[in-house]
């Protein structure tokens, strides 16, 4: 049997890695996808494990040879999803996860429609502005940007098989393991 590929998304400042980490911890089978990127690796990171960390070059030629479920550029710098991981690793059974932002969930729903895609909601915009500005890492330009984003990622949301509220953390890793259950039980 195959493995399921499961996309989950949301804003920035919504919870979803938080959310995600718990959610892993307490299934071990199911294993979260490795980007590729062309950054540099930040102290501690490791290739293979925390990113798949290749040449500007390298990913330009995966883009051309149509490598990638999805990819985009940030800040100067190009991440993907390389479609033979998302494979080799579903074709082993095992149960993959992409945590990608909306537009790549997008790409990689176009190419792979079976894939699930889950999107994690705040309980409102005000409380996403709480918690952005609660972290003290972006100035007021950025925080105003990644709200007007936010605004555009919350009605693409609606294109989603499923929708997570992340406003109490207990009761959306709960709704998270039921959309988990729902789904692989489809499968039997």
Excluded at 2 to 30: M, Y
Aim: charged fraction near 30%; proline fraction near 3%; glycine fraction near 8%.
């Amino acid at each position: 049997m195959t493995g399921r590929l499961f996309i989950i998304a949301g804003c920035s400042g919504v919870g979803k890695g938080t959310l995600l980490k718990l959610f892993l911890e307490k299934n071990p089978d199911i294993k979260l996808s490795i980007s590729a990127t062309t950054r540099k690796p930040r102290e501690g990171e490791v290739n293979g494990k925390n990113y798949f960390f290749i040449s500007k070059e390298e990913f330009i030629a995966d883009v051309n040879n149509n490598e990638f479920l999805e990819w985009a550029e940030f800040s100067g710098n190009y991440y993907g999803t390389k479609k033979s991981f998302v494979e080799k690793t579903l074709n082993k059974g095992i149960d993959l996860i992409l945590e990608i932002e909306v537009k790549g969930a997008k790409q990689v729903k176009e190419k792979m429609p079976d894939a699930i895609g889950i999107f994690i909601m705040p309980p409102s915009v005000e409380t996403l502005e709480t918690r952005l500005r609660g972290r003290h890492t972006e100035d007021e330009e950025t925080i105003k940007k990644r709200l007007l984003e936010a605004k555009r990622e919350i009605k693409a949301g609606q294109h989603f098989d499923y929708k997570v509220i992340n406003d109490d953390l207990d009761e959306a890793l709960n709704n998270l393991q039921k959309i988990f259950d729902t789904e692989r039980n489809n499968l039997c």
